[in-house]
């Protein structure tokens, strides 16, 4: 199962080796880390993507609560939460291509946000799926790059993670 | 007063009443050790290599519960206590190391004697600091000392760069520490509590399983109670011996690969277990699905929630710290009216006496090679069951093991979850500082006290009259036995060829040496060594039958019941 565990922890040099360390020690998968400062500086919030059975996924939560500089952990896929990502994809837009592009960008609710002559560079947030349904109704050899900076999620309503 | 980093450290370590230190200079630790030549109330113990150093502080903290501390310097210093560090951070050992490192402004720039301390040792300590601010020197310096012994222990280490040792800074050292990411557990939940008595006093075959938890939050005495108000058996692991004391009754031995038949039986058919302190690990339970195989309630009281459900599934867990989990049990159980049922509990003792009535550990001796369970039994019966015991790994580690009934905790101090070779003379070290009148008798192998065979220099330095028990065989026993049993006869490398005249050796080093090679001659040779040279090192080397084995066995990946119990089964 897919899941999204969120991870507040002290904004200390190191802190994310901590977190990736013991993901490779323990032989757990990523699928994406994203990691960020928060609103109070000295904390910084993590997202992590991880495929595991229920098990796995109990034990890297316990495993993460252990670091020392881990504040709090959460598994946001247990109840209602909302994820997005953000993709940048630069194209090749040229001639007929030019068009098409940015009909499709409008359909997925991108935005152009870099034009030049041959290329357009456009920007799409939403979840996983979004980015990859974008990229699939596309023609891929017109795909110069793509960068997505992984999920980042948080819970829904009154699920809050702060100290 | 501003104070240098270095006056720092050393002030922050006698704020913590550290006593000794086990350490190695270099250059980065310069101004550290200037300040310690300056002061007497901290003894620094200079080894040989600065493994010894960590394995002498670890054997310092488990024989008497102080943390031990070393001091190394940075790069090589730091890469040879590895080992040491690894080998504390397994076992759960509360250790504070204190490495040196290249001036701040040299860090990364591949300087001479520079190693990323912090990044080489993060998978294996509790927790690790770089200190960037002489500011912070202090209060970092409680932080590791507050992290190492609370909650579940660990080894702590922080790095200092040689330049925050020389700069200054007013010093406060903080009275207490709080972090908000930090806040282990002490009491156990009394709801889970309750339920685990209720499924204790239904059980009809119950079985207590007891580990390093338990010595390490000094809860042998909680636990003892337990047992006897309960009448259950109890067994240990190796790093829980002497948790409850071995010749009672009530217990069974050790359990595991090398464990009692009785043990890995009662521990496989019980129908309700009560693991404390203890981890279920692969070398304890062997294969978890043949272990699951019968079915049986789980109550698992741990201080560390991930230790639970780790590789079996509890259905009572209990995070806590063990003392104040078995208080609280206590308690319920003497008010509670209810008693587990006399007649299963009754029944349940007459199987567990029909399993031990095969004498597991019988062994055959013969009048003309030494048997290496005999040396241990010897040494049982001329110190008393009273020494403190240390081990390197390998049979020798189980025999003693197996054949020294540890009545106390915290005597019996071995590698047990990293099994590192070369543990047993520096940790002998450790243990008869933190404890200087002890009886310390290190029991080992022709392989693995070569290991850290350095230290013979640091005993004579310091006078530490610790008796090596060597159980030569001249091979590497474990792996001749694994090769012997599962590799076809093919002895690849086991045997140890050139070995040193130990005794003479012994004596090179300014110690007394003996070699043994008849059975009649062992208790003698103990005796002299314990009574006549009670005040100087002695090496006992034993030649010891070659080709005997460790039994019982539960081989890697089998099930508890498929042991295997003397040689004639191969």
């Given at each position: 199962?897919?899941?999204i ?32 400062p ?23 939560t ?26 940048l ?24 946000i870099?034009?030049?002559?041959s ?9 996983t ?11 891929r ?7 997505r ?5 948080i ?9 | ?14 704020e913590e ?31 040989r290599?600065?493994?010894a ?5 670890d054997a ?17 210093g ?14 759960s ?29 993060r ?14 020197l ?24 040689k ?8 010093f ?23 339920k ?19 010595i390490?939050?000094?809860?042998a ?9 309960l ?6 692991t ?37 693991a ?17 195989k ?8 741990d201080?560390?929630?991930s ?17 104040d ?87 019996w101090?071995?590698s047990?979850g ?8 520096p ?9 200087p ?26 006078h ?6 060597c159980?030569n ?5 474990m ?10 006869n ?22 007394v040496?003996?070699?043994i090679?008849?059975?009649?001659d ?8 314990f ?14 039958d070659?080709?005997?084995n460790v ?20």
């Amino acid at each position: 199962m897919r899941h999204i565990i969120s991870i507040l922890i002290e904004n200390e040099a190191g802190a994310l080796s901590r977190v990736s360390g013991l993901f490779s020690a323990r032989g757990y998968n990523i699928e994406s880390l994203t990691v960020a400062p928060t609103e109070d500086p000295t904390l910084s919030r993590m997202t992590i993507v991880s495929i595991g059975s229920d098990d796995i996924i109990e034990q890297i939560t316990k495993q993460l609560n252990k670091l020392i500089d881990t504040v709090k952990v959460v598994d946001l896929s247990e109840a209602a939460h909302i994820e997005r990502e953000l993709m940048l994809v630069k194209v090749r837009a040229t001639g007929k291509d030019r068009e098409e592009m940015k009909r499709v960008a409008d359909i997925f609710r991108g935005r152009i946000i870099d034009v030049t002559e041959s290329a357009y560079v456009i920007e799409l947030t939403g979840n996983t799926n979004k980015m990859g349904a974008f990229l699939d109704a596309i023609d891929r050899s017109l795909i110069l790059e793509t960068v997505r900076t992984g999920v980042c999620g948080i819970g829904r309503g009154d699920r809050i993670l702060k100290v | 007063m501003q104070l240098t980093g270095a006056e720092i450290v050393i002030r922050c370590l006698q704020e913590e009443k550290v006593e000794h230190v086990f350490g190695y200079p270099g250059g980065s630790v310069l101004f550290i050790y200037d300040e310690l030549f300056k002061q007497d109330q901290i003894k620094h113990i200079l080894v040989r290599h600065e493994q010894a150093a960590v394995h002498a502080a670890d054997a310092y903290s488990r024989s008497s519960n102080k943390i031990g501390v070393c001091l190394v310097t940075s790069g090589p210093g730091v890469t040879n206590a590895v080992t040491g560090i690894a080998t504390a951070h397994m076992d759960s050992i509360p250790l504070v190391v204190i490495s040196g490192q290249v001036p701040t402004a040299y860090i990364g720039q591949d300087a001479f004697q520079e190693a990323d301390t912090v990044g080489i040792t993060r998978p294996c300590v509790k927790h690790n600091f770089l200190v960037k601010d002489v500011k912070d020197l202090a209060e970092t310096i409680k932080k590791a000392f507050y992290l190492a012994k609370t909650g579940r222990p660990g080894p702590v280490l922080v790095d200092i760069p040689k330049d925050i040792t020389a700069k200054k800074c007013e010093f406060h050292y903080p009275k207490t520490i709080s972090m908000r990411s930090y806040n282990p557990v002490v009491k156990g939940h009394t709801g889970q509590i309750k339920k685990a008595l209720q499924l204790l006093l239904d059980a009809k075959r119950p079985m207590i399983y007891a580990g390093g938890g338990v010595i390490l939050s000094d809860a042998a005495d909680k636990l003892t109670k337990m047992t006897r108000l309960l009448g259950f058996p109890i067994t240990q692991t190796l790093m829980g011996l002497g948790g409850y004391p071995a010749t009672d009754r009530q217990s069974l031995g050790m359990l595991g690969m090398h464990g009692t038949y009785e043990a890995n039986m009662a521990m496989q058919e019980c129908d309700v277990l009560l693991a404390v302190g203890a981890r279920f690990d692969d070398r304890v339970i062997g294969s978890p699905d043949h272990f699951a195989k019968v079915a049986r309630k789980i109550i698992h009281i741990d201080i560390d929630p991930s230790s639970i459900s780790k590789r079996v599934r509890v259905d009572v867990p209990i995070v806590g710290n063990v003392p104040d989990v078995l208080d609280e049990l206590i308690k319920q159980i003497q008010v509670s009216e209810a008693k587990a049922e006399p007649k299963a509990l009754a029944s349940w003792w007459k199987q567990i006496e029909t399993w031990r009535s095969k004498n597991s550990l019988k062994y055959k001796m013969g009048s003309d090679l030494i048997m290496p369970q005999y040396v241990v039994e010897k040494l049982y019966e001329v110190t008393g069951g009273d020494a403190f015991v240390t081990s390197d790994v390998g049979q020798h580690q189980m025999w003693a093991a197996q054949y020294y009934k540890f009545d106390k905790p915290r005597r019996w101090i071995n590698s047990g979850g990293l099994g590192t070779m070369g543990f047993g003379l520096p940790a002998a070290m450790g243990v008869r500082f933190a404890n200087p009148k002890a009886t310390v008798a290190c029991i080992t192998g022709e392989g693995s006290i070569q290991m850290n065979i350095q230290e013979l220099s640091t005993c004579k330095q310091f006078h530490l009259p610790v008796k090596i028990l060597c159980l030569n065989n001249g091979y590497l026993g474990m792996v001749r036995q694994w090769q012997q049993m599962f590799h076809g006869n093919r002895y690849a490398e086991s045997y140890v060829d050139a070995l040193p005249d130990f005794v003479k050796l012994a004596e090179a080093y300014g110690h007394v040496g003996f070699r043994i090679d008849k059975p009649a001659d062992v208790e003698p040779a103990i005796r002299e060594a314990f009574v006549k040279h009670k005040n100087q090192l002695v090496f006992l080397d034993f030649q010891t039958d070659k080709t005997a084995n460790v039994f019982p066995m539960v081989a890697a990946g089998k099930g508890l019941s498929e042991m295997i119990l003397a040689e004639e089964e191969l």
